[in-house]
């Protein structure tokens, strides 16, 4: 079967957070694969970059038309998004995905569509970074009543 | 392996910089932002929405209607009577004159295939679409279904390859008969590629490491590239191997309209692509799973949209003289200055933040010019592409 790293390399990206790509480099070198997907939570290398906050954790992947390796500028692509609550069951429910440029103070020209996979997954669809830059990726989760607002910046040439 | 062939590429590229000196001594991450405007030209891959895109008879056909006046009101406007081979596709007026003088510069349609939205304003989302709306405009063409049917059974040729494309005989009376036409005349269009220009010749040269052909690019074209990479941001926006991302931006170039009104740009193209019967959410979009329809479905209108135009390619800008949607600027020249001397208050509040004036220097507005020049093809082009007639649509 084909690793998961090998299907959504995570090349493309370049982490403005040290920790982010260790993080990631990390894992990847573990070589996980598809199986692993399974055991959702906590995100493991499979679900791409690592961000947690207080005690959310949340790991996305790029998913990519062409299967290459990179997020292509001014091209559609969607993500997978991995949920993890403090206890490590997914109750928690991503509420709005969206993505800014903060210098130039606009987002994209595309609304996303926010699709439940179940066992806290999502796949976000409409992406579009259509503008060579520093771009931010803004997500909303809703859990225990609250919402958690968690940023990763990426950027794109 | 994607990225070591990355790496492997800079590599070359920054060993050829390193030993020529008629090749600038462009960096690194300017050598990758090089070789991302490239290559050209890109691979085609026939329109899923478009059943009969690459289809000879079709592609016959919409070239023999692309110069058919009779299907205008007067018969005496055709397509390319503002598409002119001649001159990149486009009329070299400032604004438009079909039937009568419209308010926007006519797009060019060299590589026309590889667009997502189609007008200044991406008022459509699939080249049939934006090639059926000035076959009906009445201040265009004026034409009617009853009118292209009759033109259609008029030549044994149009009526055959009409069959041949279709598997039916053009009838007015059929709801497809003018999402065909289109259809056809978007097939042929999609045959329309610019060939490769002193740019491109310059970029391959220099991922191949051939350094005594990168030489022969002047060295006026290498600064200004180096202005459009750098301090001009210019690639921002205008990206890829087509110079652009595609999208909308507000430059400051006015929207007002002579004597008066407004020309609203992308928020009016976006409100007249979602009430459109032929976008890609629609019927006639013959790409089943839709996926051709991303863009469209997850448009978000936004108040910035207003005074919004596309960002247009680069390519082959020699021929499509004069600028801009409203043709108002008549030289590259004037487009450097344009924003060498930006005036921001023209800018949408809301819009985009990063355009500033660059000041340029009169050597740099012509080194910019310079470069931009070196988009076009240095040779003539081709005769536009006219397949054979197909065998069996010979007449007796």
Redesign the interface.
Known sequence: MKSYAKRYPL?GRRWRHADSVRKALAILAAGLTTGAMNAACPPDAADGAVLTKGELVLAYRPLLADK???IP??K?FALEVQLCDPEGVSIARLHKADATMP????G??????ITPLGSGRFRI??M?F????HWQLAFEIQAGGETTRITHDVQI? | MRRLGRAALLLVLSATTCAVADVGDFTPAELSRIAAHGPWPLSWTPDPGNRVSGNAAAIRLGRDLFFEPRLSANRRVACASCHDPAKGFQDGRITARGLVTGTRNTPGLLNVRQQRWFGWDGGHDNLWSASLRPILDAKEMGGSAARAARVLRSRTALDCHYRQAFGKPPAAGDPELLVNIAKAIAAWQETLISPPSPFDEFRDALTRGDTRAAAAYPAAAQRGLRLFLGRGQCATCHAGPLFTNGEFGDIGIPFFIQPEGVDPGRQGGIKRLLANFYNLLGAHNDDATRNNATATRHLRPEHRNFGEFKVPSLRNLTLTAPYMHNGSLATLREVARHYSELDEDRLHADGERILKPLKLSPQEVDDLVAFLESLSPSKALPAPHAPPTVDACHAP
């Open positions: 090349a290459s390796s990179r500028m001014a559609h210098e130039h103070r606009h994209m020209n595309y609304r996303t569509l669809e409409g579009m259509h503008m060579a830059g040439e």
